[in-house]
Every structure is written in structure tokens, then in C-alpha cells.
């Protein structure tokens, strides 16, 4: 554990940092106060050495000739996890080592942005860590994670929030939504719920009978 992080309790999520478009100083100095432990995909260690971020882990494939012995001394002490599996990606084997480890729950971020494809892929992987891994991936515009089949959540009025399902996701119900839903299904391509808002100031229920739907939290 690195000594800067304060850990309020064992159950803080861990963080990682991938290798999309930098978020705030601010959200990284956040999330980095109550990070119990910190890991950088290979891609992404030059940048986060560039701003002098202490990491606990650094993983990845270490293809292309990348020697992560360069970083050892600078980011000491440094586990190295070298997952050279090429069925998943560097930040599934994150997920996979995290769960290994017995975090329950973990934040991400650098997740989007840059490349539309792995901006896609991070984010419709999450679902299929339901059952494992409470994820949360951020930026400085948005908050995405993956809803339970009941989810209830105080916002203020007019705060905007997206549905997107990843396949198909049905008997979808809503209360408190400027635009309700009633039994509905949400087919990503097809249908989604993009674009909606909290109503008014209070909980916003949102309900689901089969299939992965994730809200974004949106900061316009």
C-alpha cells in the first residue's frame, strides 16, 4: 500500500488508471486520497510517472518492447503483474486481479475518451462483472456503473441521466424521470434511454426485470 493513501476501511475501492483522455487534477486528487491501493495499465505509466502519481501495481501485456524493470526504482516499492493473455484486455485482467486480490469494489478512470473503440469496450465490459466487482468508471463528465435490477438514488432536479443498455434490457420501470418508462425494454442501437433527468429533487427509482442496463450520471 502506498504510504500517501489514507484508508477510512478495509471495503474503499481500489483505482485504476488506464489509457484514455486524462481526467482533472481535482477528480484524480479525490479518488487518490481513498484509494487503498492503485493500479496503472502498462500503457498509461509513462503519463502518470510524468505527474508524479505513486502507484501500487503495475500491470499489462508489456508488448512492444515495453520494460516495466524501468519503472521499479521509480515507483518503489512496485508489484509487476505481467498478464500477457491476449482473450481480454489490460483492463479486464485489472478486474481479474482485483477480484484475486478480494476488493470488492473499484473506480476507474482515463477509461474513456481518445480511441472511440476502447472508450466503447471499457465500458460495455463492466456488465460482465455483475457478479464480482462493483465498477465505476469517471471522467470529468460522466459517472457510469452498472444498475441492479431495484435502484433508488437522491438527485437534484434536472440532473442529467442516461440509460444504456448493453444488449437488450427489459421491464424497465422508472419513477421520478422527466421521461418515465413502464414496463419498457431498451435495445442498445435500437433504443435507449440517453438524454433523460431527474424530474424533480428527490430519489429517482429505476427498476429492471431481465438484462444489463447501465446509468450514466451526467455533468453537463
Known sequence: MSSHHIVRDDQEPALIIANGAACSKNLMDQLLEWSPLVI????????????????????????????????????????IVHTPDQNKTDLEKAFDYLINRGFPAVNVIWATGKRADHTITNITT????????????????????????????????????SLIPVGTAKGI??????????????????????????LNDGIVTIEHREGDLLLMECFD
Do not use: M
Open 173 to 198: 420501470t422508472t419513477r421520478n424521470l422527466k421521461y418515465p418508462l413502464t414496463n419498457e425494454a431498451l435495445t442498445l442501437g435500437y433504443r435507449t434511454g440517453s438524454s433523460n433527468e431527474a
Open 126 to 161: 463492466i456488465v460482465g462483472y455483475r457478479e464480482k466487482l462493483k465498477i465505476v468508471l469517471l471522467d470529468d463528465h460522466s459517472k457510469i456503473f452498472q444498475l441492479p435490477q431495484k435502484f433508488n438514488k437522491w438527485y437534484t432536479a434536472t440532473t442529467p441521466l
Open 40 to 79: 496503472v495499465l502498462d500503457s498509461a505509466i509513462q503519463r502518470v510517472v510524468d505527474l508524479g502519481i505513486k502507484v501500487d501495481v503495475l500491470l499489462g501485456d508489456f508488448d512492444r518492447n515495453f520494460d516495466p524493470e524501468a519503472y521499479r526504482e521509480l515507483q518503489y516499492p512496485l508489484e
